[in-house]
Each structure stands twice: as C-alpha cells, then as structure tokens.
C-alpha cells in the first residue's frame, strides 16, 4: 500500500465519520443527581428523526414548531409518548449531516427555562415561550416552554463537535409541571428512545450542564485499521 492509497483511505475514513458519527451529548453535573444509574451523568445518543428541516429562530420567543398531523412537533411526541408533568431530554439526529446535533427538552406542562454559555449552533425550535438572544458565539434564552396540548417543546438545534452549554428548569404554577417532577434523560438504543437515567426535580429545580462530543464511526475506525495495516505491511517489507 503506497503512500497515495493511505492517503486516499485515510481521507474516505475521515468524511465517512463526519458522516457517520451519532454525535452524542454528554450531559453532566446533573443536580440534584436523581435515582437514575449513572445518576449525575448521561450520554445521549441521538435518535435518528429527520426533523426541525425548516429555518431555526435565532432571537425573540416566537412558536415555530407548530403542532398537528405529520409536523416536526407530531414526530417528536409520538417517539417519547410523554406523561403529563413530567420532563423528557433527549438527543436528535437531525438529518442535517453537517451539523446534525439537536438537545431537545419536552414537557408536559409549562416549564421555566434558562439556556446559558452556549457556544455553536445555529438556533432554536420551540412552541414559543422561551425568548433567545445571540450570546458571544452561541446563544442564551430565559422563559417558560408553553404546552399547547398539554405537551411543550424547546430544542437548540445545529450543533457542531464540542458545542458546550447549560441549562436549567424550574417548575410549579398554575397549569405547569410540578415542583418534584421527574426529569427522564432519553437515550437511543438502536430501535427506539428509553430512559437512561432520571432525576427529580428539588424545591422545583435542576440543571446541568452539556457537550456534543464525537464519538469514532465503525467505518471510520475500519479504516483507520487498514491505513494501520497497510503501514505494518510496509514496515515489514523493508526488513
């Protein structure tokens, strides 16, 4: 194997993971930390729904996901099935494969919401609620996620390797989700969307704090062993 060939095989592994890799979120920090195994850490792998495939907000606090039949916001309800006055977060693949990353957080009910220190992506989705405003090289935004139908959605959206952030909730209020709501950390196993850990929310409130990190593809680690290979073999022959 020449040097061009490691080259070429080399840079096909290179665009195969940009393709392919699932860019999980890892979440950690989580307090309170909750019952859940590994309790204040999470690693959501994304689910794989080709959604939030319109123009993401990037200021104000107005509902540009829309509820009804085939909508984003139909697709996402029906892959967690949320109970009312709980909270789900979850990862997903939106399809977009340069920057396929989105955090979503679904209620069943109104939440108070702050979104801090974010630096990447390109905006939010949400049915309205949480007003967002550019922040240094990311985005920051404070409200409550609204429910219409009884379920709400706020999700920051585009989110390249190493985008970095926090967030917070709070509950209570009329029509909003308890003050010890349950907050159930989703992660993708390949079929479906299941819980991963959870943690309650105490004195109506929790946060964390969250990464998009890369995790290798299968193809591109395959190439990277034949790229390995290829320079034993050369090795090899020279002796």
């Known amino acids: 194997m020449n040097g061009r060939i490691i080259g070429v095989v080399a840079a096909a592994s290179l665009a195969l993971a940009s393709v392919a890799s699932a860019n999980p979120i ?35 606090s107005a509902n540009n996901l829309p509820a009804g039949p085939g909508t984003d916001f139909a697709t996402l309800v029906a892959a967690v099935n949320p109970a009312a006055g709980q909270v789900y977060v979850f990862a997903v693949a939106t399809g977009n494969i340069l ?19 974010t630096y990447g992506g390109t905006g939010v989705f949400q049915t309205g609620g949480v007003n967002v405003n550019p922040s240094g090289s990311g985005y920051s935004g404070f409200g409550s996620i609204l429910a219409p139908n009884g379920t709400g959605i706020f999700a920051f959206v ?22 010890n709501a349950f907050v159930n950390f989703l992660t993708w196993d390949g079929t479906a969307l299941v819980e991963h850990s959870d943690a309650q929310m105490s004195g109506g409130s929790l946060n964390f704090v969250f ?19 290829g320079l034993l073999r050369r090795r090899m022959s020279k002796h």
Request: charged letters at 5%; zero cysteines; a positive charge.
């Open 26 to 60: 890892q979440l950690s920090r989580i307090t309170p930390p909750g019952a859940g195994n590994p309790g204040s850490t999470a690693l959501l792998r994304p689910a794989p729904l080709a959604v939030f495939g319109g123009a993401p907000a990037t200021s104000g």
């Open 99 to 117: 920057q396929p990353t989105a955090l979503v957080v679904m209620t069943g009910g109104a939440l108070q919401t702050t979104l801090s220190n």
């Open 211 to 229: 990464q998009v990190v890369p995790v290798p593809a299968p193809a591109a680690l395959a190439g990277l062993g034949l790229i390995g290979a």
């Open 158 to 179: 585009g989110m390249p390797y190493l985008t970095d952030g926090g967030m917070a909730f709070s509950g209570g209020g009329a029509g909003g989700v308890p003050l």
